[in-house]
């Protein structure tokens, strides 16, 4: 899956969006664009930002984002944020507010009651580590 980066698309795909988690994603893109310095892009249903190019020692390789998030009916799926298990980053995940967590996601029912200083800076390091 390849990420698309046509204009408006992104735009287009927010727009559509039930109210609540419009104004959410719109909230989310701005704050993750700030944190990675890159524009979002669309993959499918989930909006990234960065680009990453794997290769698992199976020797199958392909190409995703360096983090994102979907805005799910159920919660808001926050991807990449293999920080959230890192040493040190458990005091982010206390202060963030209500979560649960994945394998390497966050997920939010909304953002109120969300730290976005913390989400902001988890995200930045997520970001980062991606290279």
């Not at 794997?54 to 994102?68: I, K, L, M, P, Q």
């Amino acid at each position: 899956m390849n990420g698309s980066d046509a204009p408006g698309e992104v735009d287009a795909y927010i727009d559509a969006l039930p109210e609540r988690r419009r104004e959410d994603a719109r909230v989310l893109r701005r704050l993750m664009e700030r944190a990675t310095g890159h524009p979002a892009t669309l993959w499918g249903t989930m909006i990234g930002f960065g680009h990453v190019h794997y290769r698992y020692e199976s020797g199958r390789e392909g190409d995703t984002f360096a983090v994102g998030f979907a805005p799910r009916a159920s919660a808001i799926t926050v991807y990449n944020i293999h920080n959230a298990y890192d040493e040190g980053s458990g005091a982010a995940l206390a202060d963030l507010g209500p979560h649960t967590t994945g394998k390497s996601c966050i997920y939010l029912k909304r953002l109120d009651g969300i730290d976005l200083d913390v989400l902001e800076r988890l995200v930045r390091e997520a970001a980062a580590k991606a290279g």
